[in-house]
């Protein structure tokens, strides 16, 4: 149900994710799904997501598109696709309460690793693009987070974070929408009530990404990530605590 308390707590969890979004270029997911997963069901939250996704990472992408690292995602599409359709079959079919804790682990870990500050300092060559594809994309469908490996693997490749931030928006729109297709293959989008919650949560996301791009030129990067970082350790360890409890 969509009462007025869920859908005002939403509203500004919806804000908070997307302005973060439109500063780093991803990370709405590593915040919205762990906090939404406490009350729906993950083949709810998912699938209801993605709407929203989809459309912030074609707004984010239009934006920064000369900026495109196209050899990259020449390599990236095709094994992501691969990992997105194991990664479906897997979300419909493993018991909630393990993907419940796998997620929330995965977000704290991450969480933990940003705060650490830590820079990658070594160089992957372009063929681990198959490995990191193929995973990345079991983890977008399967949790909504292959963003924060993606990021890795591009940095790891030597690019600057403008060229980056570009790739992963334009990554994110495609993944975002081969989602789509896949949870409405496989019937997500016929539960109740799931458009409208999008569009319930449509306003906070335009907001949150006006806003961000607003504030992208005046905010230190430093700590933007440590903000994000430190959303990120108590989202997911709240998650680890509900499966846990």
Known sequence: MLTPEIL???????????????LSGFGSTLITIPLFAHFYPLTFVLPMLALLDF???????????????RHELAWLLPCMAIGMVAGVALLVNLPAHFVLGTLGGLVAA??????SGREIGFRVPQGSAVPVGVVGGVLSSLFGVGGPLYVMYLTARGHDPLQVRSTIAALLSIT???????????????????????LALAPGMLLGLFVGHRLHLNLSRRRLVQCIAALLVASGASLLIKVLA
């Not at 005002?8 to 439109?22: E, K, N, R, S």
């Not at 975002?176 to 409208?196: C, E, K, M, P, S």
Request: charged share 5%; aromatic share 16%; no cysteine.
């Open 110 to 115: 991450y969480g933990i690793y940003t705060l």
């Open 8 to 22: 005002i707590a939403a509203t500004a969890v919806a804000f908070i994710a997307y302005l973060l979004y439109a």
């Open 55 to 69: 459309a912030a990472a074609v707004r984010v992408g239009l934006q920064s598109r000369g900026h495109l690292l």
């Open 176 to 198: 975002t929408l081969t989602r789509v297709v896949l949870f409405a293959l496989y019937g997500l989008y016929a539960q109740d009530g799931i458009f409208l919650f999008a």
